[in-house]
């Protein structure tokens, strides 16, 4: 189909030139200005050197900049590459060699971890600086001065063979780049869109900016507000979806993540749509709903229709109660970096929600070992795999890429590692990643299962449960728990709340801290929790 996303967004931009695009805070840029800001960023790479498959790291908070950033590297056919704005010198300096970055855009406030590397990246042709108030790190430009110094580049043709890198850290090893090709990421975040208005995929990247003026004259262009970050995959693609359908993106303009400022966005620019990373995110904006109308002041939320999560497991009970507060949807999405499809699940106010089960995806299976299917119904486990449009695989890893990128029955899946089983209704119950299950007295323990249960009791704020060595059973299971505001917790309180698991599930170990467990996307950080617990004796 030869899709292209800079193209397709260029479609856009002729057809809605005077609708908001982006909105951070006060300021907000029409699809004219975002196209216009965008080309002459792209013309600044240019001057300096960059091109066809040159890499853009960008290590910068949720903003339009970050937007710009991504469409002015598509525009000139090099390739967007994300950066854990968490990151410190080490990280930083690892992700900038290994991506082969030649240029870094990056917010003042990181200027610090910024200006250790700079002289040891000696790849980077070009370091931008987003103006936030911090002083100008030595050898950077200022964001505003490099577009203002250019004028827009102009557009040229382009391929479905572009590429866009996606670095995930996964739960195990250091950050791996998934290569997708802009075809392959444009087909499969486009196809679950474009139907829900009705309208056919575009035949062209040309085509889109029409389906787009139809989606606005329907009166249906979403108000997007990404709370889980850009530079993880959940914000970035249901940003891009927004985009290619003519929407807005709202982001928020704080460092970490507040509820109530979430909330003020909504109210303040009629968000119809919002992503988050399942409790992290929903539980501190129950509480903020909560708050608000205790205090006589509630948000208004009447714009809210759909709430989407991605990428961990989002509870039964917080949907329940964000949609009785709300009175919106949720969408429960199974995906990751390395695929979108896997599976949906969607719960409406006042039916059941349920957690780790959903609808499997049209391109998805559940697979054994040899490529044949799970059969429904006799509880046996598989792996969960997708086809169709998937990544080509990991830059500069072609040992990974084997290992997740699989023919299987004569099929090419993307298979990150999930297990599932399959019900007798067709459905699929998501157990968890195999790479981080706890193997104990021979039985297989999935981490997931057991946060779920310990997060429902009173006083637990987030728990991940990690395995550590164990001279009888090989590895027992350990839990690692933040109590709640103000709680007091002790294990056995908590095993006796967790009469719905078996045994041989319960945590052996209670570890109780104040860190936080997860990235800022809200993903487990499995890595630092097996850590504290090792610390812990």
């Not at 030139?17 to 951070?24: C, N, P, Q």
């Not at 391929?159 to 850290?169: A, C, E, K, N, P």
């Not at 474009?194 to 995929?201: K, N």
């Not at 429904?376 to 040992?399: N, Q």
């Amino acid at each position: 189909m030869n899709w292209n996303l800079a193209t397709v967004w260029e479609s856009v931009a002729d057809s809605l030139a005077d609708r908001a695009a982006l909105v951070s805070g006060s300021t907000s840029r029409t699809w004219r200005e975002f196209d216009e800001r965008s080309a002459r960023l792209a013309a600044a790479m240019q001057s300096a050197g960059l091109g066809h498959n040159s890499k853009v790291a960008q290590y910068a908070y949720n903003s339009n900049e970050y937007s710009e950033g991504v469409f002015a590297t598509l525009k000139l056919r090099a390739i967007p590459v994300n950066v854990n704005y968490r990151y410190t010198e080490d990280e930083l300096l690892y992700l900038l060699d290994n991506s082969d970055a030649e240029a870094l855009i990056f917010h003042g406030a990181l200027g610090d971890q910024v200006a250790k590397v700079l002289g040891r990246a000696p790849n980077l042709k070009l370091v931008l600086q987003i103006d936030d108030g911090s002083p100008l790190v030595d050898g950077a430009e200022r964001y505003e001065d490099a577009l203002g110094a250019h004028a827009p580049m102009d557009r040229i043709e382009r391929s479905g063979d572009d590429l866009y890198f996606l670095y995930t850290g996964g739960t195990t090893g250091m950050p791996k780049g998934v290569m997708w090709r802009a075809e392959d990421l444009f087909g499969t975040l486009a196809e679950s869109v474009y139907p829900l208005h009705g309208l056919a995929m575009p035949a062209t990247s040309a085509e889109a900016g029409a389906l787009a003026a139809q989606i606005v004259e329907q009166g249906a262009p979403s108000v997007h507000l990404p709370g889980s970050p850009l530079m993880h995959g959940t914000g970035a693609f249901t940003t891009f979806q927004t985009l290619f359908t003519g929407g807005t993106v709202v982001t928020l303009t704080k460092r970490s993540f507040d509820p109530h400022e979430m909330w003020e966005a909504v109210q303040r620019n009629g968000v119809t749509q919002m992503a988050i990373v399942g409790d992290a995110f929903c539980k501190p904006m129950i509480a903020a709903l909560r708050e608000a109308d205790a205090a006589g002041t509630p948000y208004d939320t009447t714009t809210l229709g759909l709430l989407i999560s991605s990428g961990v497991m989002w509870s039964a009970e917080s949907k329940a109660e964000i949609m009785g507060l709300a009175n919106c949807f949720c969408l429960d999405s199974l995906g990751s970096s390395e695929g979108v499809g896997f599976g949906n699940s969607m719960s409406v106010p006042g039916a059941e929600s349920k957690t780790a089960k959903f609808t499997i995806g049209g391109k998805a299976a559940v697979l054994r070992e040899d490529g044949t299917p799970v059969e429904p119904g006799g509880g046996e486990i598989g792996v969960l795999a997708l086809g169709g449009h998937i990544p080509l695989g990991y830059y500069k890893d072609e040992v990974k890429s084997a290992g997740t990128f699989k023919v299987m029955g004569g099929v090419r899946y993307s298979v990150p590692g999930d297990m599932a089983q399959v019900e007798t209704d067709g459905t699929i119950t998501l157990l968890g990643r195999g790479s981080v299950c706890i193997n104990s007295g021979g039985e297989k323990i999935f981490p997931e299962e057991i946060e779920e249960a310990v997060k429902l009791q009173p006083g637990v704020a987030d728990c991940l449960c990690v395995g550590l060595p164990d001279d009888r059973f090989g590895e027992m299971v350990t839990a690692v728990v933040t109590p709640a505001i103000g709680a007091t917790l002790d294990g056995d309180t908590l095993t006796a709340g967790l009469g719905s698991l078996a045994r041989y599930k319960h945590p052996r170990k209670w570890i109780f801290t104040d860190q936080i467990l997860r990235a800022p996307n809200g993903k487990a950080d499995y890595k630092a929790a097996k850590a504290l617990a090792s610390d812990a004796g």
